[in-house]
C-alpha cells in the first residue's frame, strides 16, 4: 500500500497519515463525508485507503486572487513538465477536454505520488514550468473553495482534495486504490466545464480551446509557427525554445507552452503583430499577466535576431504617399526599442525604391521631409524607438551631399563669362543692401543637375549653378527666383536657427526678403540701375561652324607634320589650335569683354580634319559693338589675328575662312570658301 502512493516508513512517522478504515470505527460521519464522491468517479475507484490533512490553506489561493482558468492551468503546466521530462519535447502528449460532466486534464508521463500534494516540496529544475512547489495545491484549495472536488488518477491510486473538517480553512488528500491502472496522469474535476474558465471568445482567431495549450495548438495548426528559436536566460543555464505564431494567429501570448492572456489586455489594447509562446517571460502571481519589461525584452531579442520576421511588420506598417513614406507605430513591435538589422532596412527600402522609383532616405524627424526631397531623396519616416543602420539616415545622407557637393570647387571669378561675373557682382552687392554678408559661389553641375541654387548658412554661401548664369535658357526673373529663395535660407538661419524649406520660419524669412528687395526697386535708383545694368550683360550663344572638309595640313602644316610622325598626339594638337584661336578672339573683342568661353570640337578622319564646331559664349553687348563698328570689319579683324597668329607660329595662311554676320538667325557664322 505504501508503495502504490510513495510514501516511505518516515513519511508514515512524520506527517500523520490515517487510515480510513480507523476512521470508519472511530468517526462514522467523517467516514461517509470522505468516501462520498459523485456519479461520475465512482466507477475509478476502488477503495479508499489513507488520509492526510495538509498546511495548505485555502484562504491563501483566495487572496492570491485566482479564478477558475489559474487553477487550471497548475494542473496543465505539471502534466507538461512531467510528459516532457519522460519523452521529450517531440514525445510529449497532453490532452484537455469535457468528459461525462467533467474537467478532465491527461498528459503520458511518469505520473506521481503524493509528495505531489506537499507544499514547497518541488524539486524541478529552473527551466521547468511549475518550479515553485505551489501552483497544484493552490489551484486546488480554489477549486475546493468553490464547491468543487479534485480527483487525480495516476498508476493505480488516486487522490481526492477536498476540505479537511478538522479545519475547513486546510486542505485534505484522500488516497485510494483505483479499479484500473492507467499510464501517466489524469485530473478530473467534476462539475467544471471550459465555459466556467471564461476566457475570450474565440471567433476572432477562428480557434477553438485547443489554444489554451501550445502543443495542441500546433499540432492542429501546423502552419502556425513562423520561427523556433532557442536561448538561455540570465538565470538559468539550460537551453529553451521561444516560438513566434504567424500573424493569422496574432495578439496571443503562451508563456511555456500555456495560454496566458491575449497580449492587448496587458498592453492597454496595442496588439502584437505575431503570438508567441515565451520561456523566459515572468509572470505576475495571478498568471493571467506578464511582467511587461519582460516580454518586451524577449520579443524585442527574437526579432533583432530575425530579420525576415521584423521586415513583415514594418512592411504591414509602411505607408506610402507621393510626398514621404511612415512606418506607424500601431503594433506592440514597433513601439520597442529596436536595433534594426542592416538586412531588413536593405530589404524595405529595395521594396521602397521599386515603388517609387528613386532613392530613399530614413528619418525620425518630420522637419527634415522637405530638405530630404529637396536633395532628390524619397523619405521615409521611422519610430524615434527605431535605431537605423548609419548608411540609411539622413545624417549619413546629408553628410554625403555635403562631402559631394563640397568636391564642386567654385568657378575662378575670373574665368567665368563677363555676363556671368556681372550678375554674381551684382547679387553680392544686393546682398550687402539686405544686410547680409553673403559670398556667391558659381559651381557646375550643382546638385547634379537637379538644382539651380543652394545655401550653405552657416558659412554665409550661396552656390548657383553655372548654366543659370550662362545659358540662354533662363531669364533674369529665373536667377532673382534662386537668388531669393537660397537668401531666405541664410536669413531663417540668421534669425531663428532654422532653415529648412516649408518651416514657418523660412516661409517668413522668404517674405521679409522679397519684400526687402521689390521696396528697394521701387524706391532705391541706385539699386534699380545696378539690376538693369548687371542683367544687360545676360548671354547670347554664338555659333562658329564649318561643314565642309579642312585640311589641317593647310592651316597648320607644321603641328600636322609632327602629328603624322607622332610628335604629338591629337590632344596636343587640339590645344594648339584652341590657343591660336582663344588669342585671336580675345585681341579682336578685346580686355573689356572679358576672356569668352568657347568649345572646340575637332572630327579627323585619316589624320584629316573633316570638319570642325566653334560655340562661343560673349554678352550681349558684343552685338552692340558689332554693329558701332561693322561686322565685316570685325571680322575681317578677325581674320587678321588669326592669320598673323598662324603666319607667325606655322608660316601659313587661314584664306578659306569666312566670317558673316547671319541677321536672320541673329548669329555669326563662318563658310568656308
Request: charged share 25%; glycine share 6%; net charge neutral.
Amino acid at each position: 500500500m505504501f508503495k502504490r502512493y510513495g510514501i516511505t516508513e518516515t513519511d508514515w512517522k512524520v506527517l500523520g497519515f490515517k487510515r480510513v478504515s480507523s476512521i470508519k470505527l472511530e468517526n462514522p460521519d467523517l467516514y461517509e463525508y470522505i468516501i462520498k464522491d459523485p456519479p461520475q468517479v465512482q466507477h475509478l475507484i476502488d477503495r479508499w485507503e489513507l488520509v492526510l490533512t495538509l498546511t495548505v490553506e485555502i484562504a491563501y489561493a483566495i487572496r492570491r486572487g485566482w479564478d477558475y482558468w489559474m487553477s487550471v492551468r497548475e494542473f496543465i503546466q505539471n502534466a507538461l513538465d512531467a510528459s516532457e521530462k519522460a519523452h521529450g519535447r517531440e514525445g510529449m502528449f497532453i490532452d484537455i477536454r469535457e468528459e461525462n460532466g467533467c474537467l478532465v486534464i491527461i498528459d503520458n508521463g511518469p505520473g506521481l505520488t503524493f509528495r505531489a500534494f506537499i507544499l514547497g516540496a518541488s524539486d524541478k529544475a529552473c527551466h521547468e514550468r511549475g518550479r515553485f512547489g505551489e501552483g497544484l495545491k493552490v489551484g486546488a484549495a480554489f477549486l475546493i473553495n468553490e464547491g468543487f472536488t479534485v480527483y487525480v488518477h495516476s498508476g493505480d491510486a488516486i487522490y481526492k482534495l477536498i476540505r479537511s473538517p478538522f479545519g475547513a480553512n486546510y486542505l485534505m488528500i484522500v488516497m485510494g486504490k483505483a479499479t484500473k491502472r492507467i499510464p501517466g496522469t489524469k485530473v478530473i474535476i467534476p462539475g467544471l466545464t471550459f465555459n466556467d474558465l471564461q476566457l475570450y471568445t474565440t471567433s476572432e482567431t477562428g480557434l477553438s480551446f485547443d489554444y489554451l495549450i501550445f502543443p495542441i495548438f500546433v499540432k492542429k495548426h501546423p502552419d502556425a509557427i513562423l520561427v523556433c528559436r532557442k536561448y538561455r536566460s540570465h538565470f538559468c543555464d539550460v537551453v529553451m525554445p521561444n516560438f513566434v505564431v504567424s500573424h493569422k494567429y496574432g495578439d496571443i501570448l503562451w508563456v511555456r507552452d500555456i495560454y496566458v492572456n491575449k497580449i492587448s489586455e496587458m498592453t492597454g489594447g496595442k496588439p502584437a503583430y505575431y503570438s508567441y509562446n515565451l520561456w523566459w517571460v515572468e509572470l505576475e502571481p495571478n498568471r493571467r499577466y506578464a511582467d511587461i519589461s519582460s516580454l518586451k525584452g524577449e520579443i524585442k531579442y527574437i526579432l533583432e535576431h530575425e530579420p525576415e520576421l521584423l521586415y513583415q511588420i514594418l512592411l504591414d506598417s509602411l505607408t506610402l504617399t507621393p510626398e514621404h513614406g511612415e512606418i506607424t507605430d500601431k503594433w506592440l513591435e514597433t513601439g520597442l526599442y529596436l536595433s534594426i538589422p542592416p538586412e531588413t532596412i536593405t530589404h524595405l527600402s529595395d521594396y521602397i525604391k521599386k515603388k517609387i522609383r528613386g532613392n530613399v532616405v530614413f528619418t525620425h524627424s518630420r522637419a527634415k521631409l522637405s530638405l530630404i526631397r529637396y536633395f532628390g531623396a524619397y523619405p521615409v519616416i521611422v519610430p524615434r524607438n527605431f535605431s537605423i543602420p548609419r548608411m540609411f539616415r539622413e545624417e549619413y545622407f546629408f553628410r554625403y551631399i555635403a562631402t559631394r557637393e563640397l568636391s564642386r570647387k567654385p568657378i575662378p571669378r575670373e574665368v567665368l563669362p563677363i555676363c556671368a561675373r556681372s550678375i554674381v557682382n551684382l547679387l553680392e552687392r544686393l546682398s550687402e543692401e539686405l544686410g547680409f554678408n553673403v559670398e556667391i559661389h558659381v559651381v557646375k553641375n550643382l546638385m547634379d543637375g537637379r538644382a539651380s541654387g543652394q545655401s550653405m548658412p552657416e558659412q554665409g554661401i550661396i552656390r548657383l549653378d553655372y548654366d543659370l548664369l550662362s545659358s540662354i535658357v533662363y531669364l533674369p526673373i529665373e536667377i532673382m527666383d534662386t537668388y531669393i529663395h537660397e537668401l531666405a535660407h541664410v536669413a531663417a538661419y540668421k534669425d531663428y536657427g532654422v532653415s529648412e524649406d516649408l518651416t514657418e520660419e523660412f516661409e517668413k524669412s522668404l517674405s521679409n526678403i522679397a519684400t526687402a528687395i521689390i521696396r528697394r526697386i521701387l524706391t532705391n535708383v541706385t539699386v534699380r540701375d545696378t539690376l538693369r545694368r548687371g542683367f544687360s550683360y545676360f548671354p547670347k550663344v554664338i555659333r562658329l561652324k564649318s561643314n565642309h572638309e579642312i585640311f589641317y595640313e593647310d592651316v597648320w602644316p607644321v603641328l600636322s607634320e609632327e602629328l603624322k610622325y607622332k610628335r604629338i598626339t591629337e590632344y596636343e594638337l587640339y590645344r594648339h589650335i584652341e590657343t591660336d584661336l582663344r588669342e585671336a578672339i580675345k585681341d579682336t573683342l578685346g580686355e573689356s569683354y572679358g576672356i569668352p568661353i568657347f568649345t572646340l570640337t575637332l572630327f579627323t578622319k585619316d589624320k584629316k580634319v573633316t570638319s570642325f564646331n566653334i560655340t562661343v559664349e560673349f554678352s550681349e553687348d558684343v552685338k552692340d559693338y558689332c554693329t558701332e563698328m561693322n561686322y565685316d570689319r570685325l571680322m575681317n579683324k578677325l581674320m587678321e589675328h588669326i592669320n598673323f597668329i598662324c603666319e607667325k607660329k606655322r608660316k601659313a595662311r587661314l584664306e578659306a575662312l569666312v566670317f558673316y554676320y547671319d541677321p536672320e538667325s541673329d548669329r555669326i557664322r563662318v563658310k568656308y570658301c
